[in-house]
């Protein structure tokens, strides 16, 4: 694991998520920061908060067959919107 992943987690609060979500948070992270670290850089806990209610309501309306794919795509969409959101 490198630094800038492990100052990335802590930033996120990964670790105070619930054991049933902090694996595919971690992998998703991880593969987010690999390919897009600029972005990414941005993260924070919030913004997983917001991917994971996007996932369940997902969910509830299909099937996702492709777990991690689409939760890294809640959690771009996250970050996207989170600034949408709150701009006055």
Do not use: P
Not at 14 to 22: A, G, K
Not at 25 to 43: F, K
Not at 54 to 70: G, M
């Amino acid at each position: 694991m490198t630094d800038g992943l492990t100052a990335l987690y802590e930033q996120c609060n990964v670790f105070l998520f619930n054991d049933d979500v902090r694996g595919l948070v971690m992998d998703a992270i991880t593969e987010l920061h690999h390919s897009n670290a600029e972005s990414i850089s941005r993260l924070h806990a919030i913004h997983i908060d917001r991917a994971i209610y996007k996932y369940h309501q997902a969910s509830e309306k299909r099937i996702i067959w492709n777990t991690l794919q689409y939760f890294k795509a809640c959690i771009m969409s996250a970050l996207k919107e989170y600034g949408i959101d709150n701009t006055e």
